[in-house]
């Protein structure tokens, strides 16, 4: 079946060289190359090798820092690989995110319109569209006001409608099922699971474990951008789980020899990846 | 219950290959030029986008395109006039046609620096071409720069003794720096990404620019300079910068010479302006090939 896959990743892998981050100036910069300081590097991604077969639907799971999103980023195409080969067939849409306000300035129905074009959509086809995706933003009077007088969750609203308008071939969803209120995480999670139907290809990362076993039909584990485990996504989910006990006793282990009480440490879970906004 | 239709969403097939490393130069610059050709309706709600933001759809927005030539126009003539005590005749028709278009290439120049920075949100969760957004800027300061005419225009008339049939050159002048703009804009644009300090460094730069150019003299006052006529290499120096070459042609079409019958507006020197048009073109696809090498770095560094 080597001829109908959707997605194929070979030996994938992606370097942050970080001698470039947010914080590079040219004065740091000089001063680095003065001192002859070797640049750093980190691999985000390392040796994943995978391929996703057209109807499957791939959940990824694994701690936060796993690399995950970069898997997804470079999926869609936003970022190109350090080594390794990745081919995509089909139209991709990814939902990396859903505060994809487009312009704060504009107003709802503007935001439609440039976020269309930033998706690269044709004019006849975010026209044809647009009532559908007003329709399910479901946003009232306040499609016509600027963006930056919504609240958090009608802006989540209007970014799901938007990224979601479009049936893809390849969907990529990264942790887009927890936003909004219990109405709208209703009708969205309807909308996903719609799209998953749909799409000939599904990768997603969640923290969802009971979305995994229930919607995926194959799972992988990336701990430090190495993939641990790929396989159903019950052993997947179980080894994962394991792991993230030991990972906890240990944890708790060490604080406890350092005379830490281990309920300090176990203060609420931080969502998404941390790494990049230090 | 849910509005969508299924809609197939192209019929052929698509194919992402992602390899490491980059393509030829000449690949990549054919790819930027296709990024910018076949965008050109997300370039333009960007304008569009950006104009409101301004409110640079209506006459207040624009107050300042407007009120910040002329108030640099007062001070450089109360200044230079005391300083220089005998300027050019006309000295403030003689420094505006160089103030207005070096108001739009430092404006574009200072809002491209954080075109791409600004939209990193964007960047890191949607695949786009990265080039409209210092195209959108570049192309938003067009817009500007109209409206930098109408105090020149209102000057002209002041001393419409010097207004001549040879502003139909003021365009030709303007698609030149246009294209210098352009490639300038979509460099600085990417170096920022990966020197965030470039934009401070940015402004100093084109103080220094701006007075380096003949913009409050003309290239014939440096050459009465007495060391200058001794050393004629400094004006041969002074006369490659872009924008002496600019700004004399500006001058050229808008204000003339200083003395003798008016209007005394001529051509610009063409072969100049033709070598000008002709390296920004180079420059700009040199810059092209650039921004589209270092591309796929922004989502890994913002």
């Known amino acids: 079946m080597t001829s109908n896959y959707a997605i194929k990743a070979a030996e994938l892998g992606v370097r942050y060289d970080l001698r470039f981050n947010r914080k590079t100036t040219v004065r740091t910069s000089v001063a680095n190359f003065v001192l002859r300081r070797p640049p750093p590097r980190f691999w985000a991604l390392r040796n994943v090798t995978f391929e996703l077969t057209h109807g499957e639907s791939l959940a990824v799971i694994g701690p936060n820092g796993a690399g995950k999103s970069t898997l997804l980023q470079v999926l869609a195409g936003i970022m190109r690989p350090s080594e390794g080969t990745v081919d995509v067939r089909g139209n991709v849409s990814g939902l990396l995110g859903l505060g994809v306000g487009f312009d704060n300035d504009l107003s709802g129905i503007e935001n439609i319109l440039l976020g269309g074009a930033f998706l690269g959509l044709e004019d006849a086809t975010v026209q044809e569209l647009l009532p559908s995706i007003i329709a399910f933003a479901d946003l009232g009077e306040f499609i016509d006001a600027p963006l930056k007088t919504y609240s958090q969750g009608m802006r989540a609203r209007l970014g799901f409608a938007i990224a979601t308008a479009v049936d893809p071939d390849i969907l990529l969803l990264d942790e887009v099922l927890a936003t909004g209120d219990a109405n709208f995480r209703a009708k969205s999670k309807a909308r996903v699971i719609e799209l998953v139907t749909a799409a000939k290809g599904v990768v997603l990362v969640t923290h969802d474990m009971e979305w995994v076993t229930e919607y995926c039909n194959r799972a992988m584990l990336l701990e430090k951008g190495r993939v641990i485990l790929e396989g159903a996504p019950a052993d997947v989910v179980k080894l994962h789980l394991e792991r993230q006990a030991e990972a906890a006793a240990a944890r708790n282990a060490e604080a406890l020899a350092k005379g830490i009480d281990p309920a300090v440490l176990a203060g609420p879970r931080g969502g998404g990846d941390g790494r990049r906004r230090r | ?302």
């Open chain 2, 1 to 302: 219950m849910l509005p969508f239709r299924a809609m197939s969403s192209g019929d052929a097939a698509v194919t992402i290959r992602q390899t490491p490393g980059s393509p030829s130069p000449l690949t990549l610059l054919r790819q930027g030029v296709t990024d910018i050709l076949s965008r050109r309706r997300l370039i333009r709600y960007l304008v569009q986008a950006d104009m409101k933001k301004r409110g640079t759809d209506t006459v207040l927005g624009n107050l300042w395109w407007i009120l910040d030539p002329l108030l640099q126009l007062i001070v450089y003539v109360v200044f230079i006039t005391i300083i220089a005590r005998r300027p050019a005749p006309d000295y403030p028709l003689f420094i505006f046609a160089a103030i207005v278009p070096w108001k739009w290439f430092s404006a574009v120049i200072t809002d491209a620096t954080t075109s791409v920075v600004g939209a990193e949100r964007l960047i890191r969760q949607i695949a786009f071409p990265k080039l409209v957004l210092p195209v959108s800027v570049t192309t938003a300061g067009v817009v500007g720069f109209l409206w930098g005419l109408i105090p020149l225009a209102g000057l002209m008339l002041l001393h419409f003794d010097r207004i001549s049939p040879m502003l139909v050159w003021f365009p030709v002048i303007a698609v030149v720096q246009f294209a210098f703009t352009l490639a300038m804009a979509i460099l600085i644009s990417a170096a920022n990404v990966f020197f965030r300090d470039l934009g401070n460094a940015l402004g100093h730069v084109l103080r220094l620019w701006w007075f380096l150019s003949p913009g409050l003299y003309s290239l014939d006052n440096l050459r009465n300079v007495p060391y200058v006529q001794n050393h004629p290499i400094v004006a041969d120096l002074f006369g490659i910068n872009p924008f002496a070459i600019l700004f004399e042609a500006y001058r050229a079409v808008i204000y003339g010479v200083p003395d003798g019958p008016q209007p005394s507006a001529h051509p610009p020197d063409l072969y100049a302006l033709g070598a000008l048009l002709l390296a920004s073109v180079l420059l700009l696809g040199v810059c092209i090939t650039f921004f589209k090498r270092v591309e796929p770095e922004f989502a890994k560094v913002l």
